[in-house]
Nanobody, 124 residues
Framework: QVQLVESGGGLVQAGGSLRLSCAAS????????MGWFRQAPGKEREFVATMTWSGINRYYADSVKGRFTISKDNAKNTVYLQMNTLKPEDTAVYYC?????????????????WGQGTQVTVSS
């Protein structure tokens, strides 16, 4: 089992920044794909960013490319999502996810473990 706990969400004005953290514990192994997803009210969960645990490969949704950065700290078993130039349409609950497999995946079905989510609200 892998436990994921997100933090760092909050209320920010448009143009501002937030950094989300995802602390992983339990049976964490190298080579697992890690991802960030988000879900706005009334909408389906959508892909935001993914990376291999090695950090070599990273992939972003077009809507956040150039504004968001996924990264990790191996020593802390933590994955981050740095979000800059935030827009009101970025408002959503953000979820961290871990796959049992290596690679970069944008489909939620490829992930086996999920955190509880953290709310991000961007005001205009």
């Amino acid at each position: 089992q892998v436990q994921l706990v997100e933090s760092g969400g909050g209320l920010v004005q448009a143009g501002g920044s937030l950094r989300l953290s995802c602390a992983a514990s339990g049976r964490t192994f190298s080579n697992r794909a890690m991802g960030w997803f988000r879900q706005a009210p009334g909408k389906e969960r959508e892909f935001v960013a993914t990376m291999t645990w090695s950090g070599i490969n990273r992939y972003y949704a077009d809507s956040v490319k150039g504004r968001f950065t996924i990264s990790k700290d191996n020593a802390k078993n933590t994955v981050y999502l740095q979000m800059n130039t935030l827009k009101p349409e970025d408002t959503a609950v953000y979820y961290c996810a871990s796959s049992l497999y290596s690679g970069t995946y944008s489909n939620p079905s490829e992930y086996n473990y999920w955190g509880q989510g953290t709310q991000v609200t961007v005001s205009s």
